[in-house]
């Protein structure tokens, strides 16, 4: 169960409290949105490796970043979550109800970080079991089932501070979207069947920085810039860095030589930029300044320790195979 029980604590810290959206102040929120990030960790792993490895893992990571934005706290059409309007701008688009720049963002810091990253640093940490089910069909159950909890009590909090709800139409459109990722999730073929290609991928410590700077130029303009013209800039740099990374990673995959140890190194880069990020915006709920960097600080020491720890066990396996 150990394997398990990290990734059920190292999402929700890598998807909030690492990227600077809670406090220790808010860290009660943090243990209530455990079951939803933690056992969707655990359900997009398992799913994942018995169906298909990485590709259909990433799928599913961006079908539950859907269905945590939209269904479930509606962050995706409310102009009033947690406070803020995450609908206007240029890039919002009136007949879906939708911020496009808002909507990508979000497909990207939960499909990445709240759930590949922790993914690949708890499996670098445990190796001899890396590509094995961690759980049987009952914990699988049980994962499930505190999953849908988590669900409703998201919802159910967001619904009694915002009192919103999505239009049908925003709704079912959503549910046919998150169904068909799914669905495309579980068609891809497994990666031992794709074509392998000539050369050899890059050095780990190479893709650890590759990692860190698409994904710092994914973050910069959202972060930095805060002018709504700047909306569509972003989208663009979102549409660019998903594009080369994805092509990248795929092809770097294919290549023989290509080990966990080049997995670990891609999720310590992002998570390196999770770091910095944190540091320039100010958490959802407000508070002290102080509070907020001490945060960020305890945070950097805390994820430095776990990835030193991944990526030593990552070169140790690959050492040995």
Known sequence: MRP??????????????????????????????????GCGAVLVRELGRRAGGWPTMALLAVAYALIEEGPVDQLLWTDAYAGHDYLAGPAYVPWLGMNVQTTL???????????????????????????????GGFGLTVVGVLYAVGCVLVFYGNYLDTRFLASPAQQIGMAVV?????????LLPRRSR??????????????????????????????????????????????VVAVTGITAVSRWSRRDGWSQQHVCALAIGAAATYTW????????????????LATNVVCAAVIGVVVVLAARKARENTMLG
Do not use: C, K, M
């Open 194 to 239: 794709s074509p392998r290609l000539t050369g050899r991928p890059p050095e780990p410590g190479s893709a650890a920085l590759f990692a860190f700077f698409l994904t710092s130029a994914f973050w910069a303009p959202a972060v930095l810039v805060t002018a709504a013209w700047y909306q569509w800039v972003t989208v663009v740099a979102w549409s």
């Open 105 to 135: 963002i979000i497909i990207a810091l939960h499909a990445v970080w709240s759930i590949s990253v922790p993914i690949a640093l708890v499996e670098s940490l445990t190796p001899a079991r890396r590509t094995t089910p961690w759980l």
């Open 178 to 186: 998150i169904a068909g990722v799914i669905v495309a999730a579980f």
């Open 277 to 292: 990020v944190a540091f320039p915006q100010r958490p959802e709920e407000g508070g002290p300044l102080v509070t907020d």
């Open 4 to 37: 398990v029980l990290g990734l059920f604590l190292l999402a929700p810290f890598v998807g909030e409290f690492l990227l600077g959206n809670l406090t220790v102040d808010s860290l009660w929120v943090g243990v209530l949105l455990i079951p939803l990030y």
